[in-house]
């Protein structure tokens, strides 16, 4: 990335004793970018950085480890506020709502159309999240952020079921871990689903880059948009072994699959430079949306529900939707991490 000379920087950082004398445990540092004057936290552990923009959209837009960058990175800061670079969040509508709109519960919820007739990637991908919390302890660097849709506020406007979203950002040795929490604190369930949509460049050649699908089967889907119809992995229309490592070369997809659990990562091995990164979820996440475009980046984007979850649901498919929705005085969570391994 380009301009990351600083200018002003405030640093939280706990040291810890060890016999051979001092050593630095996990850092936060906010600093600023010359070229566009916008504010970024850096959280350090280790060999292992993540750069955090909370002001667009709570993107965690660059993670590095032993100097080998993840993600696509902008050319400034300025550029960054949406979807196109980093790990952009995704929320309460992951990837497409069909025609721009959804029922639940006798309320009627209109979008604005940002992708053909359809409306993409949710509300908060630029939203600026508020910090409410940072911390430094001896294995990891923490930062917690929140994006506030309770009444009076520009997105209860949009999405008029009042909550609370809170993302804590978790950096740990070769690691990255996402938390999310709704809570919710409206009279009315909260109907929602959660996403990451990283933008994850190849390290050496695309045809060296293997992936592993580890989901139980595919979503039938026309123009990105699922049916309901779930194909198990042996019904597939297209030849894609599920739970192999295929070469990123042989891979055309922007797909869901469905079926993930915790216990069976997603998996990318880089074979030309030796380094796997592994994609695990808590159980909320059971759907993953593959996307391989003929550029240098592709997305592996793992996701609470399905593409257009609201209007599946509406439809009587629960269960292929898998829809969250949070009652009343509860708080729903789960979690995605990324870690890098030799």
């Not at 930062?143 to 809170?166: C, D, I, N, Q």
Request: hydrophobic share 35%; proline share 7%.
């Amino acid at each position: 990335m380009k301009g990351y000379s600083t200018i002003w920087a405030a640093s939280w950082v706990v040291a810890t004793c060890s016999l051979a004398g001092i050593t630095k445990s996990a850092e936060i540092d906010e600093r600023t970018e010359s070229t566009s004057g916008k504010n970024y936290l850096e959280m350090r552990q280790g060999d292992t950085i993540v750069r955090l923009a909370p002001w667009a959209g709570g993107n965690a837009y660059s993670f590095s480890v032993a100097g080998v960058e993840y993600f696509r990175q902008p050319e400034t800061l300025a550029d960054l506020p949406g979807v196109g670079y980093g790990n952009p969040v995704l929320y309460p509508t992951p990837n497409r709502v069909k025609g721009a709109k959804f029922s639940f519960d006798g309320t009627d919820i209109v979008f604005e159309p940002n992708s053909g007739q359809n409306f993409i990637h949710g509300l908060v991908n630029r939203h600026a999240w508020q910090v409410i919390e940072k911390s430094a302890t001896v294995d990891q660097a923490v930062v917690r952020m929140l994006a506030s849709f309770e009444l009076g506020t520009g997105l209860e406007a949009k999405f008029p079921f009042p909550h609370r979203l809170y993302l804590t950002v978790t950096v740990s040795e070769q690691a990255v871990k996402w938390t999310y929490e709704v809570e919710n604190v409206g009279n009315k369930p909260v109907p929602f689903g959660f996403a990451l949509h990283p933008y994850l460049v190849y390290q050496g050649t695309r045809e060296n880059t293997y992936l592993t699908i580890p989901a139980e089967g595919w979503m039938e889907s026309t123009q990105q948009l699922p049916s309901g119809r779930l194909v198990p992995a042996s019904q597939l229309p297209f030849d894609l072994p599920l739970e192999q490592a295929v070469s990123m070369q042989k891979i055309k997809l922007d797909d869901v699959f469905y079926g993930m659990v915790p216990t069976k990562p997603t998996t990318i091995e880089y074979r030309g430079t030796g380094s796997v990164l592994k994609i695990t979820a808590s159980a909320q996440f059971t759907h993953l949306v593959v996307w391989t475009p003929d550029r240098p980046f592709f997305g592996v984007e793992s996701q609470t529900c399905s593409t257009d979850a609201h209007n599946l649901y509406s439809a009587g498919k629960v269960r292929e939707s898998h829809l969250q929705v949070c009652p009343p005085g509860e708080t729903m969570s789960g979690w995605v991490e990324y870690r890098v391994t030799p």
